[in-house]
C-alpha cells in the first residue's frame, strides 16, 4: 500500500527556475514530514521538515508548503541550480510509535544550465 | 568523522552464497534501521532495531537476518542470495522522537550474479 504518492517522477528545470515536487498522503496520524535529497552514489540527506501544525517553512531556497485539509504538501526550490540535481524523496512519520518513516517514490531532479 | 558507516560499499557476489555488510553509526542515537533501495530508487524499510530490540520487521525473506550487538551497530546477514536481491541497501539511524529525522549511510552496492 502506497501511502505517500509523489509526483512528477522526473523534473527538468533551467537554472534560475523554481522546482515544484508534490507529495500526497493518506494516514492523518502521521505527524512530521521530511523531505531528503539524494546524490549519487550518497545516502539521503535530511533537507526540511515540517509539523502539520505550520503551513509552510522556509530555509534558504527550499520552501515547504503543507495543506492539512487536503493531505498534500510539496516541496519547492527558488532559483534552482545545477547543484540541486538530484533525487528527492518526500517522507510522513507517525512519531508516536518508533518513527517509522515511510517515504514517496521519488523525484529525480535535473536543473539544466 | 562519519556519522554512520556501512562496509563494504561494493559487494558482487554469486547466486548462493551467504553475505553480511556491517553498519556503525557515532551519534549516540537509539534506533537503526536497513532499508533497500531498488533500481527504481524506491526505498523500502526493512529492519528496525531501537536499543538492540527488533521493532520493525517488515515483510522480508526470511534470508535476511539483522544482528544488532549494541545500539551502536547493525549488521544484515544475507543467506543463499538471488538475483533479486541486487539493490543498494542502505542502514540508517534516528533518535526516536526528537523529530530529527534520519541519518542515512552511503550504502552497500550488491550486486548478484
Known amino acids: 500500500q502506497q501511502q505517500v504518492k509523489q509526483s512528477p517522477q522526473s523534473l527538468i528545470v533551467q537554472k534560475g527556475g523554481i522546482s515544484i515536487i508534490n507529495c500526497a498522503y493518506e494516514n492523518t496520524a502521521f505527524d512530521y514530514f521530511p523531505w531528503y535529497q539524494q546524490f549519487p552514489g550518497k545516502g539521503p540527506a535530511l533537507l526540511i521538515a515540517?509539523?502539520?501544525?505550520?503551513s509552510e517553512k522556509k530555509e534558504g531556497r527550499f520552501t515547504i508548503s503543507f495543506n492539512k485539509s487536503a493531505k498534500q504538501f510539496s516541496l519547492h526550490i527558488m532559483d534552482s541550480q545545477p547543484g540541486d540535481s538530484a533525487t528527492y524523496f518526500c517522507a510522513a512519520v507517525y512519531s508516536g510509535g518508533y518513527q517509522k518513516v515511510t517515504f514517496g517514490t521519488g523525484t529525480k531532479l535535473q536543473v539544466i544550465p | 568523522d562519519t556519522a554512520v558507516s556501512q562496509t563494504p560499499k561494493y559487494l558482487v557476489t554469486q547466486m548462493g552464497n551467504d553475505k553480511s555488510i556491517k553498519c556503525e553509526q557515532n551519534l549516540g542515537h537509539d534506533t537503526m534501521y536497513w532499508y533497500k533501495q531498488d533500481s527504481k530508487k524506491f526505498l523500502k524499510i526493512m529492519f528496525s532495531y531501537n536499543n538492540k530490540e527488533l521493532i520493525i520487521n517488515e515483510t522480508v525473506p526470511n534470508r535476511f537476518s539483522p544482528k544488532s550487538p549494541d545500539k551502536a551497530h547493525l549488521n544484515l546477514h544475507i543467506n543463499s542470495l538471488e538475483l533479486g536481491d541486487s539493490a543498494v541497501y542502505f542502514c540508517?539511524?534516528?533518535?526516536?522522537?526528537?523529530?530529527?529525522?534520519?541519518?542515512f549511510g552511503s550504502g552497500t552496492r550488491l550486486t548478484v550474479v
Open positions: 540508517a539511524s534516528s533518535q526516536v522522537r526528537d523529530g530529527y529525522g534520519y541519518t
Open positions: 515540517i509539523r502539520p501544525d505550520v
